[in-house]
């Protein structure tokens, strides 16, 4: 199993363009979600989807898109980027919503907004 | 407000010596994570727990419920230990999601 796939690693954008994360696991995990890790600040949740075609805002939503039309992708779009959108993002499954199991995570994006 | 809380924030400490992390929590919860995180890398889960102790290796993490309070030891500690360790949480209510703590850098000297 791969895990959880993250890409790009790397992303440098202007303020007000676009662009999507993408995020995929093989593990046939039900829930996914997406944080945004700052300095000083713990990971802060943006959106999470307990699985296909069902999503929720997190803590942080917005400026941030989702949809989950697969088990395995969960795709982030920042639809105006903004500098404040300057973070370290992370994909995260597990096997389901309501029951304790492990989190897996992805490498990570490093998303810099000029 | 759930809210979880690491201590200390910062640790450095020589090669061999017992490292104890801290990590509080306002409510009732239904598991505990412990996270690490190595400079510029992923987030690899080290523990979950809900009650008492688990081992592995080096490694171990015990929690009281009563106490709201969780804590992750390393024994022998080795420059390899050097990273960022996470606690975040499951609490009951309002729903199912993950709470984190900000951290604790581990800095493991020769």
């Known amino acids: 199993n791969a895990g959880v796939t993250q890409t790009p690693k790397f992303q440098v954008l202007k303020t007000g363009q676009s662009m999507t994360l993408q995020c995929a696991q093989d593990m046939n995990h039900e829930y996914m979600s997406w944080y945004r890790q700052d300095p000083g600040m713990g990971l802060r949740l943006i959106h999470y989807s307990v699985g296909a075609g069902i999503t929720d805002q997190g803590e942080v939503p917005n400026g941030y898109n989702v949809s989950r039309s697969t088990t395995e992708d969960f795709p982030l779009r920042l639809l105006s980027a903004a500098p404040s959108q300057t973070s370290v993002y992370f994909c995260?499954?597990?096997?389901?919503?309501?029951?304790?199991?492990?989190?897996?995570f992805g490498p990570g994006t490093r998303l810099t907004v000029l | 407000k759930n809210e979880v809380e690491q201590s200390p924030q910062n640790l450095t400490a020589q090669e061999g010596e017992f490292i104890t992390i801290n990590c509080s929590y306002s409510v009732g919860i239904s598991a505990l994570h412990w996270l690490q995180q190595h400079p510029g890398g992923g987030i690899v889960s080290l523990f979950m727990l809900s009650s008492g102790k688990k081992k592995h290796g080096r490694l171990i993490a015990t929690i009281n419920i009563q106490e709201k309070h969780s804590s992750l030891h390393i024994t022998a500690s080795h420059p390899r230990d050097s990273a960022v360790y996470i606690c975040a949480v499951t609490f009951f209510f309002p729903s199912q999601k993950l709470v984190f703590g900000q951290g604790t850098r581990l800095t493991i000297n020769p």
């Open positions: 995260a499954s597990t096997l389901s919503r309501g029951r304790d199991n492990e989190q897996f």
